[in-house]
């Protein structure tokens, strides 16, 4: 790859899954680097890429295994080698000091790899909308979501992948079953799409991996400043048993609430988010 040339490619896990990545900009440049949340794929952070690219950024984002066009795993759909696969990305593309930027299932990503690697290769991190700590309820977590809750992900997702695909983003992924909310047709579609792309197999274990996997330790271990950002009508991760217990088991966290801001913010406030993000890469 030549310096500032656009590439799209793959780089290869260890156990042999092909993992799509996008990697825009010049090669000295500082990179960020952005999980996509479940069941999307890298095309989720088209307005974070452009707008990073267009200040001089490198910007590189990955289809996670399972998604988007990288490999439709039968197995390995969990945080330890979502995590592996991570590094996988950097250490192929030879990125140092990365900011990380993690939304949703991606959150909990960026999360297990800073604590299953470290942070000798990364610089900053911020968690959008993010899982971690915990989702599910359990007898140490007992404002979390029951197992129930999930049990229905799956078992609509089994029935008719196709169509809860389509009523997930129509309805509270983006706030659009809010009264008076500005609903987009195709963000609806670019949704449905992204997530079609993937495989089901991949998208049904997923569901636990973003659930169930605890991330407490790991939040403690990643000595990097955080940026938690975290909209109060987030419907599909809850703020009060997510970024309000992170921002504080993070050793260098800092907490953004945003106001009346949906799960999928990065796309309904990009202008926003975008803004913001910015300013905490350059502080």
Excluded at 64 to 73: A, K, M, V, Y
Excluded at 79 to 91: E, G, K
Excluded at 128 to 146: C, D, H, Y
Excluded at 150 to 173: E, K, V, Y
């Amino acid at each position: 790859m030549t310096n500032g040339k656009t590439e799209d490619g793959f780089v290869t896990a260890k156990d042999g899954a092909s993992i799509y990545y996008k990697d825009w900009g010049p090669r000295d440049a500082q990179t960020v680097m952005f999980h996509h949340g479940w069941p999307l794929s890298a095309d989720d952070w088209d307005a974070q890429m452009l707008f990073f690219l267009n200040h001089g950024y490198r910007v590189v984002a990955h289809d996670r295994r399972g998604h988007g066009r990288s490999t439709q795993t039968a197995t390995g759909n969990e945080m330890n080698t979502y995590a592996d696969d991570v590094l996988a990305v950097v250490a192929g593309l030879g990125l140092k000091t990365v900011f990380h930027v993690g939304h949703s299932t991606g959150g909990g990503e960026v999360a297990r790899y800073l604590g299953r690697h470290g942070t000798s290769r990364a610089g900053k991190a911020a968690l959008l909308g993010a899982v971690p700590p915990i989702m599910v309820k359990t007898e140490a977590n007992p404002g979390g979501l029951p197992l129930e809750v999930f049990d229905g992900f799956r078992a609509a997702l089994a029935a008719n992948r196709a169509q809860f695909f389509r009523d997930i983003p129509s309805g509270p992924f983006y706030g659009f079953n809010r009264d008076g909310a500005k609903v987009s047709q195709g963000v609806i579609d670019n949704w449905w799409r992204q997530g079609m792309m993937g495989g089901t197999k991949a998208h049904y274990d997923c569901i636990k991996a973003f659930s169930e996997t605890d991330f407490t330790e790991d939040l403690k271990k990643i000595d990097i400043p955080v940026l938690v950002m975290h909209g109060d009508d987030d419907q599909i991760v809850p703020i009060a048993d997510s970024a309000l217990l992170s921002s504080k088991l993070l050793p260098k966290g800092t907490l953004k609430v945003y106001k009346g801001f949906p799960h999928g913010m990065a796309t309904t406030h990009a202008e926003t988010i975008n803004a913001d993000l910015l300013a905490f890469f350059k502080a």
